[in-house]
């Protein structure tokens, strides 16, 4: 029985391998199907890819391009940013300037103001000192007459009394405060 297996076995086509009518007409059909394909379909195929190919040569091309704009532009903004930068410090610098200008003329103009205003203080001061003083005059020379007319016990005159008022007076702006006179 075993040798009748052996020989049924020797004897029956091997699943693997195909027919050899099989081969050699599916080796025509394979040679057929690319000689077709390689005159038709091939030439077609690559034209595309080198059109594929060249668009994305152009594409990487112009993002290139771009990617350089953009440097470009980036450093122009740069520079620009930078020229702003040094116009707005200019730009401080000259306000700081000006306001220390403005406090200096500020300053200077309150000086000149408050020395205005210690003139007119002094001066009207002296005017008044002098009112005051004219007033004194006035008052002493009244009360010289008095001291006159009783000493004389008389009245004086105008002439008189004006007469005895300037020498008095004299006599008083002379020893300076009045203090230094000599009686009589």
């Not at 401080?92 to 220390?100: G, H, V, W």
Request: hydrophobic share 45%; glycine share 4%.
């Amino acid at each position: 029985m075993l040798h009748a297996l052996v020989l049924a076995a020797e004897e029956a086509p091997n699943p693997i391998l195909p027919d050899p009518a099989e081969l050699i007409y599916g080796s025509l059909a394979f040679l057929l199907v690319f000689v077709v394909l390689a005159r038709f379909a091939f030439p077609v195929i690559n034209r595309m890819l080198q059109e594929r190919t060249a668009k994305i040569q152009g594409d990487l091309e112009r993002a290139e391009r771009a990617r350089s704009e953009a440097e470009s532009e980036l450093a122009d903004y740069r520079a620009q940013l930078a020229g702003a930068r040094a116009e707005a410090n200019r730009i401080i610098e000259e306000a700081r300037r000006t306001a220390e200008q403005l406090r200096r003329d500020l300053q200077a103009r309150a000086e000149q103001e408050t020395q205005a205003t210690i003139a007119r203080a002094q001066e009207e001061i002296r005017a008044e000192r002098d009112r005051v003083f004219d007033e004194l005059r006035s008052q002493v020379g009244q009360l010289a007459v008095d001291l006159a007319s009783r000493v004389v016990e008389k009245e004086l005159d105008d002439a008189a009394h004006r007469r005895l008022i300037e020498e008095y007076i004299e006599q008083v702006a002379g020893s300076g405060n009045g203090k230094g006179r000599s009686a009589g």
